[in-house]
């Protein structure tokens, strides 16, 4: 039986590889600073939940020593330079040398498309310096650069709803921004796949992206059109000019909380976020990705604010 540890396990992608680790029959441990972080995972059998800061080197040593593997998800979409450098390369470090010290040789690390030390944004740019920790460091590593990942308690497709289903027109900042968006199940298939496949995947970075290529405003028109919305004609979609759209982000960072976008977010979409063809990538893996169109519109009409689409569907056939 293997041992995993799963850094970022209580997140939204991380939640999902849990699961398949435990349905393999491993034992999985993950770190949390606080339990009522985890709620979604705690009762899952063969799960382990450790109380600790994975950015204390010390907390970090202990943790890893006993596990056969480590997977790394997490990470930050906003921050400032000194936040961005913590989590996506400072951590992978810490992570590096504490399997170098307690003789795990076996690391999977999620990074993401579009990765450059000339990248035009903070997240771009710190992720790449923290894959440079990772592909230089020795162990068996595999890399996953996702691309967008949709699923039903994402923060992606279900925030466009939401808006959706309030607002009759979305101004939308970086609309002709491309992305090959992958769901959440074929990504955590991968991280499993990586590991029950060393051979295929030890010293691969694996481009895991979605079926098709598509925009951002066309990702937005799609959810209105598959909750119903404007007698299923969707919303109209206003693509705003780069000063509008950098405005736009500018005036959500001044919101309480983490914004739904930053002006380091459109620095990211200015690099199309779609698989270069120049790397392995999910079929490598023996993975046929889905799409958008094959997964959301079956959770978009599940209860919540959604809910009522079905009720009007269910009218309309009487």
Same mark, same amino acid.
């Given at each position: ?100 010290? *307690?003789?795990? +040789? ?5 990074? =993401? #498309? @579009? ?8 997240? /771009? ?58 769901w959440v199940e074929d990504v955590a298939e991968a991280v499993l796949r990586s590991l029950l496949q060393p051979q295929a995947s030890i010293g691969q970075i694996v481009e895991a992206c979605g079926s098709e290529v598509t925009t951002l405003g066309q990702i937005v028109s799609d959810i209105g059109r598959w ?5 299923? *004609?969707?919303? +109209? ?5 780069? =000063? #509008? @759209? ?8 001044? /919101? ?10 459109l620095e990211s979409m200015q690099v199309p976020n779609v698989a270069s063809g120049q790397r392995p990538g999910l079929q490598q893996l023996g993975i046929q990705p889905a799409n958008l169109a094959g997964v959301v519109p079956q959770y978009l009409g599940q209860g919540g604010v959604h809910g009522r689409y ?9």
């Amino acid at each position: 039986m293997k041992h995993i540890l799963v850094l970022g396990g209580t997140g939204f992608v991380g939640r999902h590889v849990c699961e398949k680790l435990l349905r393999q029959g491993w034992r999985v441990t993950v770190p949390t600073r606080r339990i009522d972080h985890a709620r979604a995972i705690q009762h899952l059998p063969g799960l382990s939940l450790v109380v600790a800061d994975v950015h204390d080197p010390d907390a970090l040593q202990r943790l890893v020593a006993g596990h056969d593997a480590v997977v790394n998800l997490v990470a930050i979409l906003q921050g400032n330079e000194t936040a961005f450098d913590q989590v996506h390369v400072q951590l992978p470090r810490q992570i590096v040398a504490a399997c170098q010290a *307690q003789k795990v +040789r076996r690391l999977v690390h999620i990074s =993401a #498309l @579009g990765v450059g030390a000339d990248a035009p944004s903070r997240y /771009l740019r710190s992720k790449a310096a923290g894959e440079a920790v990772v592909t230089g460091s020795g162990l068996d590593w595999t890399v996953l650069r996702p691309s967008v990942i949709f699923g039903a308690d994402d923060r992606f497709t279900t925030l466009f709803a939401r808006l959706a289903d309030t607002f009759p027109v979305l101004p939308l900042a970086g609309a002709n921004s491309q992305f090959q968006p992958v769901w959440v199940e074929d990504v955590a298939e991968a991280v499993l796949r990586s590991l029950l496949q060393p051979q295929a995947s030890i010293g691969q970075i694996v481009e895991a992206c979605g079926s098709e290529v598509t925009t951002l405003g066309q990702i937005v028109s799609d959810i209105g059109r598959w909750l119903g919305v404007n007698y299923g *004609q969707g919303r +109209r979609v206003i693509a705003l000019p780069t =000063a #509008l @759209g950098y405005f736009q982000a500018w005036l959500m960072e001044l /919101l309480p909380g983490d914004p739904l976008l930053s002006r380091d977010n459109l620095e990211s979409m200015q690099v199309p976020n779609v698989a270069s063809g120049q790397r392995p990538g999910l079929q490598q893996l023996g993975i046929q990705p889905a799409n958008l169109a094959g997964v959301v519109p079956q959770y978009l009409g599940q209860g919540g604010v959604h809910g009522r689409y079905n009720r009007f569907r269910k009218t309309a056939h009487r």
